[in-house]
């Protein structure tokens, strides 16, 4: 058995192409029906503020199997730590021993949801994206349009979050590290008046985007809302769509968008669908697409398998 | 962070009185309604004949909970490995930080089951009671008894089990580790014939205990069903007890006993509840008291945390 920290981690595993294949390959999977993902293990820790979710998925023919446990507990900063944190163990899907066990705290969490944003609009953006809108300035707040980067050539970067200060902040720190320009909005409207993919990121329990916010032609993607009390999207979004995506139904309508729209009578397909047919599920550029991401077991089996793949030097 | 293997873990943690005290602490919790305990995780590996469980409990109060994955992959014999395996984390309830990682190979598991029947007997069986009754001759089938030591004056042995071979092995080997004289019998209903106590600890999918096989006044602890198709008792053994417990309701109608019985209309008790009483809930010693139990994460918590302090010095 092998034991990685996050270091050792991190300096494998990148947002890069073969990565986003990596999570591509799982969600593919998925929409195959070639995997077997029960629902989330989740717990409260009321009194320190805390949770604990735990996911798993088996990719059948998939030599290993990965189960994840991640911690949040938000009073964590006040004492200097992180809120979030974690680990993935792998496990042989033949005896059930213990293979490696992934000490990332949360990175590989950070960057399997990047990268399923990336799937997302790879299968729902317009080819000539340029332009994003980002909602919220945390770390997915980089972490998507950084990963947006593999799949369409953008070039500049609107942002609105609740506190301006962060918003500032994430300007300089997307201008440093990635070399885009970044605008910073004092609405969600007006970062999103010029927007060809608007990503929301933040942990809003109100929406924090509007049907009349959305420009024609844009594509949404939705990936902060992961409980029942989470909400980002103005459900006339989901029901205006032209197309509308979730990464697994049982999902969105337990922790996700769909939650708050438990009448909605629309058409509603799974990423994994999407990926296995192999083509945009867009058929006009004025169409409005949105995705909804709740995080599911099977990126993180895809992800950990992928970095012990190159850990072990496979 | 520490790390420990079953070597370690199993110096120190044994079927004892302190033991017993940890894991009876854990079920008067869950009876005072002072733990968090999601419903389990449980994943199928069906071509390789494997499941996966994951459990947790949050007791209130308590600085760490512990999580707890099992894996049973049951073709693993033919590969010269145990069917059972699996490991405990330790998180602190305060941060979530990993603060220990058990790898006990589902030693921990053992020892709680046990001493979870051994607290079901304490509030259930006769004062008196001296003769068990075992149903199966696996590793349970000796460490029950070995539990039912803590808290009744164990004499003498009854078995049964589907390989009447086993059963010899049993006996020999109940004789040689504990001193303990057992007879074995050929049918479920000859080995309850004059016992105080009765424990199932089979896999079985059928029952393997019926209501005419049991003496007046005994007690019956069912340990083996975990998941919707194990079944040990014919229902009528539910209907007709004089007191019947569960160690968890909802888990008991979801996996256990109560799973086959959905139209059982009488009072079932919880186990938690028993321990809070502080006193048997058997109130004539001719009465019939059944037990079902089909694991709880609590239990895990209780035993990971005891384990740890022991390992710490504490």
Redesign the interface.
Known sequence: MQ?YNRAQIAEKVRLDHAALEAVEAGFAALGRGEV?????????????N?E?D?K???I??WPR?A?K?S???FD?PA?G?PSL???M?L?S??????DA?L?DEGYLTDIRTALAGAVAAKYLAREAATTVAVIGAGLQAELQVAALRLVRDIQAVHVHARDPLKAQQYAAQMQARHGLPVTVHASAAAACAAADIVVTTTPAREPVLHWHDLPRGVHVTAMGSDNPHKQELEPAILAGADVLVVDRLSQSRALGELHHAPDLAREVLELGALVVSGRSARSRDDQITVCDLTGTGVQDTAIANYAARLLEGA
């Open positions: 034991i077997e993902m029960p629902p989330i293990l989740s717990m409260n820790i009321a009194e320190n805390g604990v735990v798993t998925a088996h059948h023919g199997f189960i446990i911690p949040g507990f964590n004492l730590l944190n974690g680990l163990l496990f899907a033949k005896t059930g021993l213990v066990v000490f």
